[in-house]
Structure formats: structure tokens, C-alpha cells
């Protein structure tokens, strides 16, 4: 079992920046390729970001692509995404989640998720 429980939410105004932490817990949760995917009001949840369990490999969205970075601390337990130059467009739930299998942008392919944290920018 993976708990995993997202922070670091908020409100930023466009061109602005905010580090989402995922932390967390289970013996096995350093074999866990992590991802962050994001679900804005009336659309489905889409894939933004992942990385493997040794963070050696990372994967984006081409809309993320070069604005956010990935990455984890397995001394710490914890996953980050770093977000800068924030668009209204990347307002949306943020969802932390886990899989053993790959780098997959397929959300029914995540094992465990957080709760979500609430990124919202204003233009």
C-alpha cells in the first residue's frame, strides 16, 4: 500500500510560479514510478508529469513541457513538481500518483493517488 498525500497548491498570477510536494508512504514506495496529472472543471484528468523510481527518466506534457520540472527525493520520501511561467490555462486539480509498470501519460495505468491540491492562476 502507497499513501500519498499532495501540497504546495494555491493562487499565482500568470507568468508566476508554485512547487507542488507529494509526500509518501508505504515500505515499497522507492519502487514506484511517480506522476502528476491535472483535471480542470469539466474536463477529464490529464497527464503532466512523471518519473521513474530511480529519477533517472522523466516524461512531460507538451504543454508543460519546459515550464515544469519532475522530480523526487527518496531520502525524503517526496515528490516535487516545480511550475514556473503559470498560464490560467494550467489552473486545475493536481493529482499525485503511482505505478510500478512505466512512465505511462495513461491515468488508468496509476495505482494510488493523493487527494489532489488546488493550483489556481489568475491573468
Known amino acids: 500500500q502507497v499513501h500519498l498525500v499532495e501540497s504546495g497548491g494555491g493562487l499565482v498570477q500568470a507568468g508566476g510560479s508554485l512547487r507542488l510536494s507529494c509526500v509518501t508512504s508505504?515500505?515499497?514506495?522507492?519502487?514506484?514510478?511517480m506522476g502528476w496529472f491535472r483535471q480542470a472543471p469539466g474536463k477529464e484528468r490529464e497527464f503532466v508529469a512523471a518519473?521513474?523510481?530511480?529519477?533517472?527518466?522523466?516524461r512531460y506534457a507538451d504543454s508543460v513541457k519546459g515550464r515544469f520540472t519532475i522530480s523526487r527525493d527518496n531520502a525524503k520520501s517526496t515528490v516535487y513538481l516545480q511550475m514556473n511561467s503559470l498560464k490560467p490555462e494550467d489552473t486545475a486539480v493536481y493529482y499525485c500518483?503511482?505505478?510500478?509498470?512505466?512512465?505511462?501519460?495513461?491515468?488508468?495505468?496509476?495505482?494510488?493517488w493523493g487527494q489532489g491540491t488546488q493550483v489556481t492562476v489568475s491573468s
Open positions: 518519473i521513474t523510481w530511480s529519477g533517472g527518466s522523466t
Open positions: 500518483s503511482a505505478n510500478l509498470n512505466s512512465l505511462t501519460t495513461r491515468a488508468s495505468s496509476y495505482e494510488y
Open positions: 508505504g515500505r515499497t514506495w522507492v519502487n514506484y514510478n
